[in-house]
T-cell receptor
Framework: EAQVTQNPRYLITVTGKKLTVTCSQNMNHEYMSWYRQDPGLGLRQIYYSMNVEVTDKGDVPEGYKVSRKEKRNFPLILESPSPNQTSLYFC??????????????FGEGSRLTVL | AQSVTQLDSHVSVSEGTPVLLRCNYSSSYSPSLFWYVQHPNKGLQLLLKYTSAATLVKGINGFEAEFKKSETSFHLTKPSAHMSDAAEYFCVVSSTSNDYKLSFGAGTTVTVRA
């Protein structure tokens, strides 16, 4: 089954404790992206990757890091989480880099709470 | 630059009545437009997309949307709401500039009354 898998789905942590949210897709997609969803703001892009070893900032990259060492994986790293990073996070992937009409496939989300 | 405005943050309808979700966009280039649906505790799922072919686009679950360039709108409709349509809906724009970046609207929450 074609899917995007995120882990963990739920996480409560404390300020400053490094954490990683993993994302893996099994569709051989070139393009992958991370979003955060906050009430009334829709989804905002954090980082995206057009292919292996190619990553770029989205609209709200501060406080986040990513890497793309393999095509299927795109982890999101919070080096020193702060309470304003409490949010619902989505990973998504799409075939054909640079194609606007390609459907985005989303993971089921990771709800992060930073105390 | 591009942006999306969903004109209603919340829409409430009775089961069996029409649903209208309004979306206006701005884009400096020819846009592609999408509607996604998010059910509670789930990821987003594509409902339909417009990519410069027919202006009236049909999607899954009886939804359709019409691209109107003169009005810069892409409103989503369904003739008869079902209880399972209760969800959050996002209008999304992508253009051929700026690495095909997607811009999301703030979302419209649909409530369906029995």
């Amino acid at each position: 089954e074609a899917q995007v898998t995120q882990n963990p789905r739920y996480l409560i942590t404390v300020t400053g404790k490094k954490l990683t949210v993993t994302c893996s897709q099994n569709m051989n997609h070139e393009y992958m992206s991370w979003y955060r969803q906050d009430p009334g703001l829709g989804l905002r892009q954090i980082y995206y990757s057009m292919n292996v070893e190619v990553t770029d900032k989205g609209d709200v990259p501060e406080g986040y890091k990513v890497s793309r060492k393999e095509k299927r994986n795109f982890p999101l790293i919070l080096e020193s989480p702060s309470p304003n990073q409490t949010s619902l996070y989505f990973c998504a992937s799409r075939r054909r880099q640079g194609a606007p009409e390609g459907e985005l496939f989303f993971g089921e989300g990771s709800r992060l709470t930073v105390l | 630059a591009q942006s999306v405005t969903q004109l209603d943050s919340h829409v409430s309808v009775s089961e069996g009545t029409p649903v209208l979700l309004r979306c206006n966009y701005s884009s400096s280039y020819s846009p592609s437009l999408f509607w996604y649906v998010q059910h509670p505790n789930k990821g987003l799922q594509l409902l339909l997309k417009y990519t410069s072919a027919a202006t009236l686009v049909k999607g899954i679950n009886g939804f359709e949307a019409e691209f109107k360039k003169s009005e810069t709108s892409f409103h989503l409709t369904k003739p008869s709401a079902h209880m399972s349509d209760a969800a959050e809906y996002f209008c999304v724009v992508s253009s051929t500039s700026n690495d095909y970046k997607l811009s999301f609207g703030a979302g419209t929450t649909v409530t369906v009354r029995a």
